[in-house]
């Protein structure tokens, strides 16, 4: 099994900065992408940003040039440095990998449990 724990959100003033942190821990035998999602209420969960093993990232238009993905692959972590915050980066944000296992085929699919993000205007 695969566990995700995130780490760093809070309360923020609009303009301002957040780093959130998400490390796996686990039995695993590599971690493929690493992702954050997030959900706001009353809204679907949707993709943030994802970064590859080599280090290729995508982000989603509405934080371009404001989120930055990176990870330690050493460490299995992943982080997510917001800046330049908005009211409507307001959400929860949950950490995602795609992992695989020892044995041929195994895969897991964890989230992490969420941390909470408020932005204020």
């Known amino acids: 099994q695969v566990q995700l724990v995130e780490s760093g959100g809070g309360l923020v003033q609009a303009g301002g900065s957040l780093r959130l942190s998400c490390a796996a821990s686990?039995?695993?035998?590599?971690?493929?992408?690493m992702e954050w999602y997030r959900q706001a209420p009353g809204k679907e969960r949707e993709l943030v940003a994802g970064?590859?093993?080599?280090?290729?990232?995508n982000y989603a238009d509405s934080v371009k040039g404001r989120f930055a993905i990176s990870r330690d692959n050493a460490k299995n972590t992943v982080s997510l440095q917001m800046n330049s915050l908005k009211p409507e980066d307001t959400a929860v944000y949950y950490c995602?990998?795609?992992?695989?296992?020892w044995g041929f085929g195994i895969r897991y699919d964890p989230w992490g449990q969420g941390t909470q993000v408020i932005v204020s205007s």
């Open positions: 686990g039995s695993f035998r590599s971690i493929n992408i």
């Open positions: 970064i590859s093993r080599d280090g290729n990232v």
């Open positions: 995602h990998a795609a992992v695989a296992g």
